[in-house]
């Protein structure tokens, strides 16, 4: 007889090759929920059990979580956007040109990764706004606030690299400017510039430096910090819950339970 779909599913869930990829099993007891979250990859970095006021919405407003996933949007149409461009001085500008006018989705593309970066700055300080309001940076999370600190420069530093390698006149000017604050800084403010643009002036040499640091190095300082301060959030006991906040009652005892303790 032939097996409907939900017999199918069950025999390839307890087939040996299911078994041996995902080991929690079937079921909906909380034993199986906590393996499911526990043996999974991806899942094992949340916590198998929360308190429901710490993942509420009001609490964070999600925006951790919101400018992570401007992050995942940007290494992916930044990875598709390396595919059409070339750091040198005669194409850079060039292979611009050609994303707007002659790949195909070339306009999406470039405008998905810019304005998602755009997103992400604002997100990146909404979030750091909103965990300053509610405290949650205290004992024992200033760690975090610290790791967090360091994200807040990446991001910014990731849109500065960015803002050169259209190669335009804006792009030009704006690292002229930025770059010239940095010869300001005490002492050291000469050898700063000097090492940031690889010269005493914007030229091929800061395009190919902006470019190794914006599509490298920063992108893999961000994944290596994002990683600690997840890390982070699960060691310093989850989310932080306000202890003023009043804790929801537990639902009444069933009628026939109440009843019976009256009886006893
Ligand atoms: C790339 C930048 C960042 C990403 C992707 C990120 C991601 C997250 C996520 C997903 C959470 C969980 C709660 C939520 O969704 O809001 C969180 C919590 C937290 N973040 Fe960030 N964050 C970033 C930058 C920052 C910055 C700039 C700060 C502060 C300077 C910061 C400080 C914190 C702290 C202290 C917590 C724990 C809050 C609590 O326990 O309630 N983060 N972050």
New binding site residues.
Partial sequence: MPLNAGQLIDKVRGSRVWRSVFRSGTGSSTLHRALAIQQNIFLHLFATKVRKRMVRFS??????????GT?LILVITGILLMLYYHPSVPQAYADMKDLQFVVSSGLFLRNLHRWSAQL?VFL?FA??F???Y?G??RTP?EF??V???V??L??LLLSYTGYLLPWDQLAFWAITVGSNLSSSVPLVGGKIHFLLLGGNQVNANALLRFYVLHCVVLPLA?IL??AV??WR?RK?G???VQQSEPIPKPPPAPESAATAKEGQ
């Avoid at 609490?59 to 992570?68: D, I, N, P, Q, S």
Wanted: no cysteine; proline share 0%; hydrophobic share 60%.
């Fill in positions: 609490a964070t407003w999600f925006l951790g979580t919101l400018t992570f992050f992400m990146v979030h750091m909103k965990v300053f509610r949650a940076y999370r975090n606030w790791i967090g600190v994200l807040l990446v991001t961000a910090f994002i301060h997840f959030i310093d989850g989310l932080y």
